[in-house]
Structures are given as C-alpha cells and as structure tokens.
C-alpha cells in the first residue's frame, strides 16, 4: 500500500507516455511565426491543452520562458492548473510556481500530493518561499511548513520576523560567501560546488570568521585575477550595503542609483545576513508605483489582477475614497450657498464656476504630481520646499497669466457674442482675476501638501489629483466670490 509520502494524485485524462513522447510536429498558428519567436504562442497552447496533446505541450513549454507560462496559466480553466503544472519539468515548474499569483499558487497547492508540494518547495529559494508562507492562509501555511526542511523552515521563520516594508523582508540568504585569505583558484571552486543552490553567483562577499561584511568581489575579478591571488588583494573593500530595517522602497532606490546587481544585507553589528537581488528591487518598484497609482486616483490599492479580482473587492477599494470625497464636496456646495444673493443679482457669474473649479483642479494636480514624482525619486525633499514653492508660483503666474489673457477674449467671442450673455468688462476681469489666483493658490497648495505629508511620514501620494481638486474648488470659489462682491458691488 503507497503511503501519503509516496502516493501521487492521479491526472486526468493525461496519457502514460507524456514524459517519453516524442511531438509529431510544432504547432505554429498561421502568420503566427514572428509571434511564437517573441515568447509562447498562448492560442496555440491552449489548443493544445483542449485537445488533450500534453506531449506536445510539454514540449512546447519545456522552450518557454517561466514568465510565459504563467500568463498561460492566467488563460486556463481552474480544473486544468495541476494538469498542465505537472507535465512541466521539476525545475521549469517551481520557476513558474514563482511567478504565479498568490490564489493561483494556493489551487496548486491545495491540488498537490506531499511529494509533489515537497518537490517545488525544495526549488524555491528562501525568499521566495518566505513571501510564499506570507501570502498563503494559516491551514495552507502549516502544510508547506511540514513539507519543508527543518533548516528551511528555521531561515524561513527568520525573514517573517523582518517588518513587512524592510530590506530582510525581501533579502534572500542564498549568496557566495567568501574568505580574505581564499586563493581564486579556491573561490572559484567553491563557486562551482555551491552555484546550483545560489540565487546569484556573479557577485560574491567576503566575510571575516564573525560574519562581518569586508569587502566585495565578482566573478569577473576572480576570472583576470591569478590563480594564486588572494582575495584579499582583489576584493573592493568599500561595499555599498544596506540595514536589515531599512525601507525597502529605499533598498530598491539604491539598487538603481548604483546599477548593481545585488545588494548585501547586514544587521546592526554589520554582519551579513543577506542580498537583495535586482530582480526583488524591481518588484518593489512595481508594487510601490501601482500603489501610488491607485492612491492617486482615489482608490484603495488591490493586489490581485482586476480580470481575478471581484466587484465586491473592487467596490471596497473605491467605494472609501468616493464617501469622503462626495462629504467633503459638500464644502463647495456651503459655499455657493452662502453667495445665493450675489448669484441671484448677477447670475451670468454661474457660467464660470465650472471653468474655474476644473482649471484650478488641473493646476493643482499638475503641481502635485510633479512634486510626487520628484519626491518618490529622491529628488526633493522637506528641506527643499522654499525652492519648489518659489519654482511652482513662476511658474503658476505664467500659467495663469497666459490663461486669463486667453479667458478674457473667449468671454467675450463666445460668451458674449455667440451666445449672446450679458457679459460686461467687469465680470470678465473678475472671471480672468480670479483665474489667475485660482492657478496661484492651486500650484502652492500642489506643491507644499505632498512636502508636509511626507514630512508627517505619510505617503504623499494621498495628496495627489482627487484630494488636491477637491481642497482647491473650495479655494476657487472663495476667491470667485469674494472678488465678484468686491468689484461688483453685489
């Protein structure tokens, strides 16, 4: 009798001699060449899926890259997941496993024998699998858990206890590690033993026998070095690395600033724990501009592919930022209230309020948008806000001078004459007067907001388009009005 270690989930439906047949042609769909060379022809994949030819599609995907196969995946029914996972070579299918999303990975899983979880598991590095337990819930987590090596286990549970946003959360501690006093025909032959097991080898670290980091060395060095260098005599010695706690946005910033290709990890006594891979940095990257994305636009940010992702949790990822917005509208419409009279006695004035309020709004979020940019960059900071305040209102009072000089010919070609308003020349330079302010006090509070939030530590995205619109219609009609009741008379 096969026990639960042994045993494997039956397939439906695949034939026996997956693994040994030999495709009788390469499915290419018409015109389709040019395609099929860029990456995997996915139409022709799942053809072949349907037609249940999985020794062709083994062979077809055994040439593909991981990141190909997992759009794939995006494609296929839910019931053919473990099919098609199992045909993929043990190596391929944990690379793809990686790129999978975190619901689809959970399918797998739950779909998974203890041998084949075990199998895929023992090809992940530790990163991986750490971000894996993460993003898994508590029932799937204690099955990978007991799947695992106790030594895996241990690394694992030592990068959970990083926080969420820090370099050990997305370090990996699967590195070449090094000895000053190595020759580099000895480093290169650890090298070679180790490399299989390493989730990057061309940048190598050199350690003391406490774990402290010293110094740097890549494989180019070792290559034109003499075999009976030490490495202590190549070795840079002044290595850019980063704390276990630091930000990893910051981690992923450096990483780029410097064009490296690793990073190296240390604790607070300097002693390296880990890397962080280019790869990781790039991912952090990702994550952090689709979550200013989607604050930017008023939305709460969601994980999951929208086409995965249901109305219910996209209602939720919206539904917060429209309340406040719609509450805090109600500001603007106080204000109106309060000018009903100076309405009533001249109420051509409507006509501008929604001119105004949109080109106060566009001139807010350009300035805001700017500075957000430039502070995610690295580029601005708190320090610097005279200097963007000084910059921003030049260029707001060329901006709104260009804009009133345009305003103040279009009220009256087509307000006043082809539409035939009751516009006189005092309205008009109240209209282009409070235009020029609106575009002023929108570019500074654009500018500033972001500033101050980021000082308060808080992400300045929030201060992007929808809140900055919102706080400066309320500006724009209070000049509108306070200007038609002065100049007016009203």
């Known amino acids: 009798m096969e026990t639960k270690e042994t045993e494997k989930l039956q397939t439906p439906e695949i034939p026996e001699e997956v693994a040994a047949e030999v495709p009788e042609r390469t499915l290419t769909a018409p015109g389709d060449t040019e395609e099929q060379e860029r990456g995997l022809d996915i139409d022709a994949a799942l053809a072949l899926v349907e037609e249940k030819r999985y020794a062709t599609l083994r062979q077809m995907l055994r040439e593909a890259e991981p990141a190909d196969i997992a759009e794939l995946f995006d494609e296929l029914p839910k019931q053919q997941y473990a099919v098609v996972f199992r045909i993929l070579p043990k190596e391929l299918a944990a690379e793809v496993f990686v790129e999978l999303d975190s619901d689809l990975q959970q399918i797998l899983i739950e779909s998974f024998s203890d041998l084949e979880l075990r199998n895929v598991l023992e090809e992940l590095y530790m990163d991986d699998a750490a971000d894996l337990v993460e993003e898994m819930p508590a029932n799937v987590v204690k099955r990978i858990l007991q799947n695992v090596t ?134 952090v990257m990702q994550d952090e501009a689709e979550e200013d994305f989607a604050k930017m636009n008023a939305m709460l940010p969601t994980e999951k592919p929208y086409l995965r992702t249901s109305p219910f949790e996209l209602y939720k990822s919206r539904i917060v930022w429209l309340l406040l917005l719609m509450v805090s509208a109600t500001f603007t419409g106080m204000i109106i209230g309060s000018f009903e009279d100076a309405l009533a006695t001249q109420a051509v004035l409507t006509l501008f309020i929604p001119m105004l309020m949109d080109t106060g709004g566009n001139s807010g979020s350009q300035a805001s948008v700017t500075v957000i940019r430039a502070l995610s960059l690295g580029e601005i900071e708190f320090s610097d806000v005279m200097r963007v305040l000084w910059k921003e209102i030049r260029v707001a009072a060329l901006c709104g001078g260009s804009l009133a000089v345009v305003a103040f010919g279009k009220i009256f070609l087509v307000d006043k004459w082809i539409m035939g308003k009751p516009i006189t020349v005092p309205i008009a330079i109240v209209v282009c007067l409070t235009l020029m302010m609106t575009v002023i006090a929108a570019k500074f509070l654009g500018c500033t907001l972001p500033l101050l939030v980021s000082k308060l530590g808080f992400d300045p995205a929030v201060m992007a388009s929808p809140f900055i619109t919102t706080i400066v219609d309320a500006v724009s009609l209070i000049v509108f009005f306070a200007l038609a009741t002065t100049l007016l008379h009203l």
């Open 150 to 283: 106790p030594e895996a286990r241990k690394t694992v549970n030592e990068l959970l206890k990083y926080p969420e946003d820090s370099a050990g959360s997305i370090m990996t501690t699967e590195f070449v590690r090094l000895k000053q006093d190595m020759s580099v025909d000895d480093a290169i032959a650890l090298i070679r033993k180790v490399a299989i097991d390493k989730e990057t080898i061309y940048t190598c670290y050199v350690t003391d026998r406490n774990s402290h980091l010293i110094g740097v060395v890549t494989v180019k060095d070792l290559l034109c070095a003499p075999h009976d260098a030490k490495i202590a005599d190549i070795m840079e010695d002044h290595v850019i690395s980063v704390n276990t706690l630091e930000d990893k946005e910051d981690v992923a910033a450096t990483i780029s600033k410097y064009d490296a290709l690793a990073l190296p990890v240390v604790d607070a006594e300097n002693r390296l724990v880990g890397i962080v891979t280019v790869d990781d940095a790039i991912d």
